[in-house]
Every structure is written in C-alpha cells, then in structure tokens.
C-alpha cells in the first residue's frame, strides 16, 4: 500500500504550496488595505494570513516525508476553521471605502478590486487547507502497512510443534 501513498506525496507537496502562495498574497493585499483603512476584519484575515505564511513552512517538507505520521492534521483543522472565519468576514464587508461601494457589477474602483482579491485569495487558502486536510489523511490511511500476522494464531516451527518462544510471543505462559 505503501505506493499509493507515494503519488500521493506531490499532490499533498503542490497543495501545501499553493495554500502557502495563496497566504502570502493574502498577506499582502491585506497589509496594504490595514496601512491605509481601518477595521478588525481586515486585521483577524491578516493575522491569519501571517500565521500561516510562518507555520505552513515546514509542512512543504513534512509532505515529502516518506513516513508522514499526520504531522500537519491537527495545524490543518485548526486553519480550516480559521480560514472559513476569515473567508466569511471579508464575505460580509460591504467593500465601501472612500464612499464607493462595491457591487459584483462594479468593476471600475481600485478599492473593489482590492476586496475582491481578498475575498478571491482567501477562499482559496481555505479551499487549499481543505485539500491538504484531506490529502494528509488519505496519506495516512494508505501508508499503514498491511496487517501479516494474527495474534490469535500459534506459531509454530519447522517440525509442527510450539516451542515455548512462540508461545511466549503470543502471551501465553508455559510450563517448565
């Protein structure tokens, strides 16, 4: 089972990374509307943004371990949830700066362009964690190793008897 998981390593490898491109630019784009405007939306997508611009770096290299325990799983839960707060706030922003408000039909103002570039790279940083959740769980399932041995069944050896070893390995106590 070991080779499913190794196709899986690349795709888990891109997705990490476009989440991470994806933050960056989110980084960007809501510095800039920080520097110049006010709001606590803006902010919490921010500090969300630097978060995972900082700890999603090692998980460009955790997705290329060939035993990747699932290392990233609960950081990936805990962005996923963060991510969709975030997406969900900039959604709500009505996008009015300098008395223009933003509409899907507007396209002429600077300002609306910038919100709906947040909006856009946010929604695809949650997308992104989401994928590497699912990825990363996928890559666990399919690196466990098969099951050989039961534990219910005696060993025995070459001549059809159990010698006190196998007895011993199995959890039963014999008698000298």
Not at 18 to 23: D, E, H, Q
Not at 81 to 99: E, R, Y
């Amino acid at each position: 089972m070991g080779n499913h998981a190794d196709g899986i390593r690349p795709f888990l490898f891109g997705v990490r990374l476009l989440l991470w491109i994806s933050a960056v630019i989110t980084l960007g784009l809501t510095a800039w509307v920080a520097d110049h405007l006010k709001g606590y939306r803006v902010i919490f997508t921010l500090v969300i943004s630097v978060l995972t611009a900082v700890f999603y770096i090692p998980s460009l290299f955790t997705a290329l371990m060939h035993r990747n325990r699932g290392y990233m799983i609960p950081l990936d839960i805990i962005f996923y949830a963060l991510w969709l707060s975030a997406f969900i706030f900039v959604a709500q922003t009505d996008g009015s700066a300098n008395g223009v408000t933003c509409h899907y039909y507007s396209w002429d103002s600077g300002a609306c362009r910038r919100r709906n570039s947040i909006e856009a790279f946010t929604f695809l940083s949650f997308f992104w964690t989401l994928c590497a959740m699912c990825l990363e769980i996928a890559n666990i399932y399919l690196d466990e190793p098969a099951v050989t041995t039961h534990p219910e069944k005696h060993i025995t050896t070459a001549h059809g008897a159990n010698n006190g070893t196998a007895a011993a390995m199995n959890g039963e106590h014999t008698q000298v």
